[in-house]
């Protein structure tokens, strides 16, 4: 993986999550993957603090069970996001691994929601992924979005950002 790859695998990632296509993303996860937005401080350990969401693949799937449910009231009308990604650092590579960290501004919508006094939802981000080759391609082993408004008030979120 070089820098170039680095970035197109990001930006093909968020892509997906702009887009809804949840699903889609959750097939770049490997089997044992963790997908981390942690509570405040995101040095603290995920396994005696609580989390935003800290979830395993098979809890991933439960999470978009339950968002793609009619009783799912917070989905409705969808949040929707738009991802900007910047400051790509390929942190370190070899032939089966990358580790990637990246910035991400994520901004948060509702169709036909958006009026003069309440504008979008802004969650800058810091993000750490760990890749893995499988087979020609790169699936997440591990993705950690900080968001630096973690430790305050966070609105409502899509099932994954």
């Known amino acids: 993986m070089n820098q170039a790859e680095a970035e197109a695998f990001l930006f093909r990632e968020v892509r997906l999550l702009d887009r809804r296509k949840f699903r889609d993303w959750r097939q770049l996860l490997t089997d044992d993957a963790i997908y981390w937005v942690p509570n405040g401080d995101p040095d603290s350990d995920p396994q005696r603090h609580c989390s935003i969401v800290y979830a395993t693949p ?18 409705d009308p969808p949040i929707r996001s738009v991802h900007t990604v910047s400051n790509v650092l390929l942190e370190r590579v070899d032939a089966t691994q990358a580790e990637l960290a990246c910035n991400q501004v994520i901004y948060l919508y509702r169709d036909n929601d958006q009026r003069r006094d309440q504008p979008l939802d802004v969650l800058p981000a810091q993000c750490d992924y760990r890749l893995k080759r499988a087979g020609d391609g790169w699936r997440i082993a591990y993705k950690k ?9 966070v609105p409502l979120l899509p099932p994954i950002i």
């Open 58 to 75: 098979a809890m991933v799937d439960d999470r978009l069970e339950r968002a793609e449910s009619p009783f799912y009231w917070v989905g």
């Open 145 to 153: 979005v900080a968001l630096l408004t973690g430790d305050g008030l």
